[in-house]
């Protein structure tokens, strides 16, 4: 079983009345309070929004090691470099 963190941390956020109901309405329809409701769900996006980005800043020696890694001839295993190779049924002449 993980471990459970403590949360330490406090967020304020100012919403509308019709937000707050909203808010509310669906952490009920969940079963969870509005906290978690809020919580869990800016955390999904707050992931989602990072797993999108399209810039990384690496020092150097990551640099260089990525180049050096998308450099490097493939490396297929034989039972793919068989696959490749053989003709496929759309590829083979029909009679």
């Known amino acids: 079983m993980a471990a459970v963190a403590t949360k330490t941390e406090r967020m ?4 509308t009345a019709d937000q707050n109901e909203i808010l509310r309405r669906a952490a ?5 309070s509005a906290s978690d409701y ?3 769900h800016a955390v999904l996006a707050a992931e989602s929004d990072l797993a999108d980005r399209r ?6 020696a990551a640099w ?9 001839p493939a490396k ?3 039972s793919m470099i068989r696959l490749l190779a053989t003709p496929s049924v759309l590829e083979t002449p029909q009679s």
């Open 12 to 15: 304020s956020l100012r919403l």
């Open 28 to 32: 009920e329809a969940r079963g969870e």
């Open 38 to 40: 809020v919580l869990r």
């Open 55 to 60: 810039v990384f800043v690496v020092d150097d």
């Open 64 to 72: 260089n090691e990525l180049q050096a890694l998308v450099s490097a």
């Open 76 to 78: 297929l295993p034989k």
